[in-house]
């Protein structure tokens, strides 16, 4: 992978890695290291490719079911149906969650499919945290496929709400205490 200097700020796309050498990596977090290695950031080397298991059909599968859940999502908002806006949230959680090795779903093992979306979840907050750092907020960290803790005034930066590209306030702390012990100001936003 290629060295990253930009830790005191931004989030290291492919993660935090203990060790170094070759890695294999998703689509997703490819698309993020060459977008990053391009000439409109240049913020890292271009990633080497060793070898390219690939297929666009799976993510486009997967694009159709996010747009379904999405419009779902969307429509429960918008109607205030909280009953269909909690089973969609359940039925992506538990999709995703029992992909993989799970004791609850032997019927369906697709564990390059859970990576393909939690590594499309992490690309997307990549990219919240970099607007953030151009907008002038300082990223403290960027944690799992969804959080995302900042200080500054961030709803100068991103929407606040429920929808898929809005954010929302989960805790609120001071930087350099504990954030058990949230709901303290400033904030963090995912």
Known sequence: PPAWDHGAYLPDPIGNRDEPGPLWVTEPTLRLLLRLSGPKHGLCDPPEIHE?????ATEGLLEKFRIALKDARDRAIAEGDEVTLEYVKAMYSKF????GESNYNRELYRTDWMHLIRSQAFANLWW?????????LMVVRAMGTDELHVTGEWRAVFPEGRGVTEVKVKDVYTV?????TANERPGSAS
């Open 176 to 180: 350099g205490t504990d954030p058990s």
């Open 96 to 99: 995703v969650s029992t992909l």
């Open 52 to 56: 390219s298991w690939t297929s666009g």
């Open 128 to 136: 919240k945290a970099h607007r953030a750092y151009d907008e002038g």
